[in-house]
């Protein structure tokens, strides 16, 4: 018997059952696959049964809720809320876009479901001995059943009977009324209140293995096995394989897959290939890219970042679109420049709804970032550092995650890096796209990026398959061609440590005046055509760098002496410490 006296046959049992088993979203091993409800599928007869014996409550309407579609539903925990973000089961994937409408969906077909249970309300037991006792004093069931008659017209001895009936069909009418109620927008908003606290996923539930990624048909697996060919019986040497598995899994909790099929590892992609021939033919170079490319499909944080330079008509913007076409925007996300140049202060607690697109993502892009313009370098740092960060959505609550998207970047010249520690430096691959196609074989940029996705896709995603084993199999191989563009790169932003290495030598002993140092340092820029640095952030550079010591007010950096320092095209012989050629006296 329910709260309201409305009585269903062994209710309490079959509810508390049916919640554990709505509930069971919690467990994966309760959730078979299946394909998400379509508005037209049929009401299931048990669940409206069971979902007889509740209130009419916006607690209970949350039950139900669970009850018809809870296997298709979750909700992403969010500090600071009792709910978080809905998120609905789409067939292939748990789908964030689009969690909140379905939810709400759904929501809206409860009121329906709620207007059958009124089929399956019972009498309570006193109902029904009252109606026993009328039908063995003669009464007809047609009769005493009829809501259209009144009671007093049926002798005494029936008049119990007939009043059960009422009493249950008043209840029925109660029901389906409260049905009716269920399908207005405060009613439906509350019912996905009261369900949401218990369908609630921890952040860290969803996209948990690095190394699982969906496509349109299959989910691929890249599993560490032993090496078949290891010549050593005695040593365990690993690998990484590839296994391809028709279908998808609720239980694995992905939020995104790749919309493409799945047609092999070695599906062929001969446009494709084409272009990469012409537009990168440097091997080693594109075995680099490819690599890091292939590791957006991978939630594996490297701390690496990839700018990709070049003036134009060269491939790189053709490359970086449709890499990104294939991987597609469930697990690849462009940030705007704005979020990473500037000086991109943000206040305590301030919302970060840019850095939320992140969560779920393996694949970040940044288009054109503007020469001459400082990148934020904490936050290149906190996107390529493997840690978790907290980030606040737009009036909601906080939650924590760890960024795996692989940075892309790209742009015409280099940005500014101001950072002279080998924190930023070490993260920074600078891949040159240095072949430009002649005008006469230019294309219209969305043609040959539609072209190679349409017609290539499904070997462009076996390509950047086989660029992620060749990374687990052997580690991130870096070609020496961009080695030695990001060394440039490092150069043009460092000039003090280029000085350094040019007109700075150690010598046990020696010490140089701060102001002759810097003296030096202006000479070697006035003849190398370098931006000079203030006295202020050179003194403070070096001061990282070499060990210095105050004499009678005076800076000096010890154990170094000055050597090849350029002649200054207008020397000062009268500054203190100051030089009046290449090589004065005492250096």
Request: glycine share 10%; hydrophobic share 40%.
């Amino acid at each position: 018997m329910n709260p309201e006296g409305e009585f269903v046959p062994e209710a309490d049992e079959q509810i508390a059952g049916m919640l554990d088993a709505a509930s069971g979203i919690a467990d994966p091993n309760n959730l078979p696959p299946s394909q998400r409800p379509d508005d037209d599928k049929e009401a299931d007869p048990k669940a409206i049964e069971m979902c007889a014996g509740l209130d009419a409550s916006d607690t209970d309407n949350g039950k139900r809720l669970i009850a018809h579609f809870g296997r298709d539903l979750c909700v992403m925990a969010m500090d600071g809320s009792t709910g978080g973000d809905w998120l609905s089961w789409t067939g292939t994937h748990w789908d964030m876009a689009e969690g909140a409408a379905r939810s709400q969906e759904m929501a809206k077909r409860v009121g329906d479901l709620i207007m059958l249970e009124a089929d399956y309300l019972a009498m309570t037991p006193d109902e029904a001995a009252a109606v026993k006792a009328a039908t063995e004093a003669g009464a007809p069931i047609d009769q005493i059943s009829n809501p259209h008659r009144d009671l007093a017209s049926f002798p005494e001895p029936w008049k119990p009977g007939a009043k059960a009936f009422k009493s249950l069909e008043g209840r029925k009418a109660k029901r389906r009324g409260f049905g009716v109620t269920s399908k207005n927008a405060g009613r439906v908003d509350n019912m996905l209140k009261m369900a949401a606290s218990q369908l609630r996923r921890a952040v860290g539930d969803f996209n948990l293995d690095p190394h699982l990624v969906g496509t349109k048909t299959h989910t691929l697996k890249f599993r560490k096995v032993l090496d078949p060919e290891c010549p050593d019986p005695d040593v365990d040497r690993y690998t990484y394989e590839m296994e391809a598995t028709r279908g998808h899994r609720r239980e694995d909790w992905l939020t995104a897959v790749v919309p493409v099929e799945w047609r092999g590892e070695d599906y062929p992609a001969p446009k494709w290939q084409a272009f990469l021939d012409r537009m990168m033919p440097d091997k080693d170079k594109l075995r680099t890219v490819q690599q890091m490319a292939g590791l957006g499909l991978l939630g594996v944080p490297i701390q690496k970042v990839m700018f990709h330079y070049g003036m134009g008509a060269n491939g790189k913007s053709v490359f970086l679109e449709t890499v990104a076409r294939v991987i597609g925007p469930g697990l690849m996300v462009g940030l705007p420049r704005e979020s990473i140049v500037g000086s991109g202060e943000r206040g305590a607690g301030a919302a970060s709804p840019d850095l939320v697109r992140l969560y779920g993502k393996r694949m970040v892009r940044v288009l054109e970032v503007p020469a001459d313009v400082p990148l934020q370098e904490d936050l290149i740092k906190r996107l390529t550092g493997g840690e978790a960060f907290p980030v606040r959505t737009l009036f909601k609550g906080f939650f924590e995650f760890q960024s795996v998207a692989t940075p892309h970047m790209s742009g015409n010249g280099f940005p500014t890096i101001d950072g002279t520690d080998n924190g930023i430096w070490r993260r920074m691959l600078v891949v040159h796209w240095d072949q430009t196609l002649p005008e006469e074989e230019q294309r219209d940029f969305e043609e040959m990026v539609g072209e190679l996705v349409r017609e290539d896709g499904p070997g462009i995603l076996a390509w950047l398959a086989r660029g992620a084993l060749d990374y687990l199999r052997h580690g991130l191989f870096v070609a020496d061609a961009i080695k030695a563009a990001t060394d440039k790169y490092h150069g043009e932003m460092d000039p003090i440590g280029e000085f350094l290495s040019a007109c700075v030598a150690p010598l046990s002993g020696a010490r140089v005046q701060a102001s002759t140092m810097y003296e030096a340092y202006k000479s070697w820029s006035d003849a190398n055509a370098k931006r000079v640095r203030s006295n202020t952030k050179f003194g403070r550079v070096l001061g990282q760098r070499l060990a210095k010591e105050t004499v009678s007010g005076r800076i000096f950096y010890e154990n170094v002496t000055l050597r090849d320092v350029p002649e200054r095209p207008t020397p000062n012989p009268y500054d203190q410490g100051g030089f009046a050629g290449a090589n004065p006296q005492g250096w």
